[in-house]
């Protein structure tokens, strides 16, 4: 079946430190990926996607790229903040009628 | 910005009692979700539904039932709540588009039953 890993949390870093958060999928066909960020209290926004093999997604200093050789999409930035502080999930999408399949959240802590 | 409402915001009731948790959005999409968020964040479908009249279980069973008469708007009920059913409720809509399924979220229904 269709199914995302990613690594579990909490992530604790400095500010300006590099982030990655890693990201597997397992799917039939060519899925799309996505990147979800929901902040406290709120619900999910979209960070960033990529709809086929060896594009990159990128916003808010935010990037990942989709490789389909490893099955990954994983989530880059070069200097998280304080306002990255977060829960970051990963997300499939095959083509057709089916629902988003969602990866368990990983949650960021950016401390000053 | 997505125009998608959840209401209310929070909600805190005794066990027995009948909800509904209110869904809409106004952007004419055809697709919308309900998941349900466990402290651990993890999300699980509960319901969704590709348009009027149409309406499939996810992933999670639940006990709520959902009812999707008109494209804007998308309400959960739960017959009897229990401590059980206390969680996050996260409702979502998505345009049809050929190749991407963007999914947009409203700010969440926080359920406390006692």
């Known amino acids: 079946g269709n199914s995302v890993t990613q690594m579990e949390g909490p992530v604790t870093l400095s500010e300006e430190a590099f982030l990655t958060i890693n990201c597997t999928y397992t799917?039939?066909?060519?899925?799309?990926l996505f990147w979800y960020v929901q902040y406290p209290g709120e619900g999910l926004q979209l960070l960033l996607k990529?709809?086929?093999?060896?594009d990159k997604g990128s916003n808010k200093g935010f990037e990942a790229t989709y490789r389909k050789e490893t099955t990954s999409f994983h989530l880059e930035k070069g200097s998280v903040q304080v306002s990255d502080s977060a829960v970051y999930f990963c997300?499939?999408?095959?083509?057709?009628?089916?629902?988003?399949?969602f990866g368990k959240g990983t949650r960021l802590s950016v401390i000053a | 910005e997505a125009d998608i409402y959840q209401t209310p915001r929070y909600l805190v009731i005794g066990t027995g009692k009948k909800i509904t948790l209110e869904c809409s959005q106004t952007m004419g999409h055809d697709k919308m979700y309900w998941y349900q968020q466990d402290p651990g964040m993890e999300l699980h479908l509960i319901h969704y539904s590709y348009g009027v009249n149409s309406t499939e279980k996810g992933d999670l069973s639940s006990e709520s039932t959902v009812s999707r008469i008109r494209t804007e708007h998308f309400p959960l009920t739960l017959e009897s709540a229990r401590p059980s059913h206390t969680s996050q409720y996260l409702c979502?809509?998505?345009?049809?588009?050929?190749?991407?399924?963007?999914?947009?979220f409203g700010p969440g229904t926080r359920l406390t039953v006692l």
């Open positions: 979502a809509s998505s345009e049809r588009t050929p190749s991407t399924d963007t999914q947009y």
């Open positions: 997300a499939l999408k095959r083509s057709g009628n089916t629902p988003l399949v």
């Open positions: 990529a709809t086929k093999a060896d």
């Open positions: 799917a039939t066909g060519y899925p799309s």
